[in-house]
C-alpha cells in the first residue's frame, strides 16, 4: 500500500471541514453530532446504518472515497450492559472488529488524515491499580463478562497505533468511563447501570412499588460522565488537533452501586426500599480512571453526577422514553 502521511503538522480542525460521525443516531454519536453544531461546525456529513452498512467492507470503502471527510469520528460500535455482553459473546466481538477495522482502514485508503476512534474503559484488566492509567493497558487479563467487547476495541486503538506508525497518520483513541445521557439504552434486559436503575426507578413509581431490586450486591464502584462532557472533550482533542495517543476521559470521581441507586431514586421521585439480588453479577469491583493527561490540556466536566441524571431523566420525559413500558405495566 503506498500511502504515507507527513505527521509534523499538528492542525487542529477548522469549522468548514468536513467531518464524518460514524454512528451518529447512538448516544455518543449524537452527542458529538449536537455539540459539533452548537459550536458552529455545519458541514458534518453522517449516514443512518440503512444508508451504510459499516460491517459491509466494499460499501464503506465507496462512501469514504465519494465524500472524502477531513476527519472521521468513529462511534459506532454494538454496545450493552453486563447482560448483553456476557450472553451475546460472538456478536460483540464479531460487529465491533469488523466495524472499526472497516472504517479505520477505509479512511486510510481515502487519504484522511485525522481519525478519532472511541473506545471504553473496559479495556483496562479487571484488577487494575486505580485510579487507572492509560499505560495500564494488556497489563492484566480483562473482566470476563466485557472481554470481547474489550479485546474488540483495544484490537481498535491498536490498529490506529499501527497505522500511525506505518503511514503517518494522527488516528488517535479516546476510552471513556460509563456514559449516559440523552439517547442512551434503556432497555432492561441490554441497557448499562445507569440508564437500567432510572428505567426501574421510573416503572417503580408509577406503579406504586413497595421495592426496587437492583443487580448485584451494590457495593462496586462507578464512575459516570454525562455523555455532552465527553463530546466536549473529544472536540477539545480535535480543536488541538492531538495527533496520537490513547486519552482517558472521565469524572475523576466514583459512587457505589447503592449511592447511584440512591441518587436515582431521589431525581426520579421513588420513595419505596431498595432491594438487592447478589445472585447477579457485580463485574468489576471498582472502575476508577486517572484523566490527568485530558485534565492538562484544559478539559473539564460541566456536570456532576446529580444534575447529569436530572438532566438526562427530564430528556427521558420529554421524549416520551418510557410510555410504552408504562402502558405494558399499567
Request: net charge neutral; proline share 4%.
Amino acid at each position: 500500500m503506498d500511502i504515507a502521511y507527513s505527521n509534523t503538522r499538528n492542525d487542529g480542525i477548522r469549522q468548514h471541514s468536513r467531518i464524518y460521525v460514524a454512528g451518529h443516531r447512538g448516544m455518543v454519536g449524537s452527542a458529538l453530532v449536537r455539540r459539533l453544531r452548537a459550536k458552529g461546525y455545519a458541514n458534518l456529513i453522517v449516514r443512518t446504518r440503512q444508508e451504510l452498512d459499516l460491517t459491509n467492507q466494499p460499501a464503506v470503502h465507496r462512501f469514504m472515497e465519494q465524500m472524502e471527510p477531513d476527519y472521521v469520528l468513529l462511534a459506532a460500535a454494538r454496545v450493552g450492559g453486563i447482560l448483553a455482553n456476557n450472553t451475546r459473546r460472538g456478536e460483540f466481538l464479531y460487529e465491533n472488529l469488523i466495524i472499526e477495522a472497516n472504517v479505520i482502514h477505509a479512511a486510510l485508503n481515502a487519504g484522511v488524515r485525522r481519525l478519532m476512534f472511541l473506545g471504553s474503559s473496559c479495556v483496562y484488566p479487571r484488577d487494575c491499580p486505580q485510579p487507572i492509567k492509560e499505560e495500564h493497558l494488556l497489563s492484566g487479563p480483562f473482566e470476563r463478562t466485557n472481554e470481547p467487547y474489550a479485546v474488540a476495541k483495544v484490537a481498535g486503538l491498536k490498529l490506529c497505533e499501527a497505522f500511525n506508525t506505518q503511514y503517518g497518520t494522527q488516528y488517535v483513541s479516546v476510552m471513556p468511563t460509563n456514559l449516559y445521557g440523552p439517547n442512551d439504552n434503556f432497555d432492561l434486559s441490554t441497557s448499562h447501570v445507569l440508564p437500567a436503575l432510572v428505567r426501574k426507578a421510573h416503572l417503580a413509581r408509577q406503579q406504586g412499588a413497595a421495592a426496587m431490586t437492583v443487580w448485584g450486591s451494590g457495593t462496586p464502584r462507578r464512575e459516570f460522565l454525562h455523555v455532552d462532557d465527553l463530546a466536549d472533550a473529544c472536540i477539545l482533542l480535535m480543536e488541538m488537533g492531538v495527533a496520537e495517543g490513547v486519552y482517558n476521559i472521565g469524572s475523576g470521581t466514583e459512587v457505589t452501586i447503592r449511592e447511584l441507586a440512591d441518587i436515582v431514586m431521589r431525581v426520579v421521585g421513588f420513595t419505596g426500599r431498595l432491594t438487592f439480588d447478589p445472585s447477579k453479577p457485580d463485574g468489576m469491583l471498582r472502575k476508577l480512571l486517572d484523566v490527568s493527561r485530558v485534565h492538562a490540556l484544559g478539559w473539564r466536566p460541566r456536570y456532576d453526577l446529580e444534575e447529569g441524571v436530572r438532566v438526562t431523566y427530564r430528556w427521558c420525559i420529554e421524549n416520551a422514553v418510557f410510555d410504552d413500558a408504562e402502558a405494558v405495566h399499567a
